[in-house]
């Protein structure tokens, strides 16, 4: 029962639309240069919030995981002597 939303997610990204073609070099840009990445990255909260890319209903899986990934550690640089200046 616990993970019914997790499969029901999986199933719908699978019956989901193909990403345009027209997309995939611009994916492939930003994912392969350093700087559009960070700059994509620094704004992803609002990227995910603040536009259409995620679609409403898919907001509360959306901040579940970052909150997993968060609790868990998986933003370790905050503290980071580089990240302080």
């Given amino acids: 029962q ?3 939303p997790w499969y029901m997610a999986t ?3 699978a ?6 073609e027209a997309a995939l070099p611009w994916l ?20 995910v919030h603040d536009s259409r890319l995620v679609p409403e209903r898919y ?3 959306v901040d579940l995981l970052a909150d ?7 933003v370790r ?3 980071s002597p580089a990240s302080t200046g």
Wanted: hydrophobic content about 45%; glycine content about 6%.
């Fill in 77 to 79: 640089d905050q503290d």
């Fill in 28 to 47: 492939r840009t930003v994912l392969s240069n350093p700087g559009l990445l960070l700059l994509l990255a620094k704004q992803m909260e609002t990227v």
């Fill in 68 to 74: 997993q990934y968060l609790s868990a550690g998986a």
């Fill in 11 to 13: 199933i719908a990204f």
């Fill in 59 to 61: 907001g509360p899986v």
């Fill in 2 to 4: 616990a993970m019914l």
């Fill in 15 to 20: 019956k989901a639309d193909p990403t345009p």
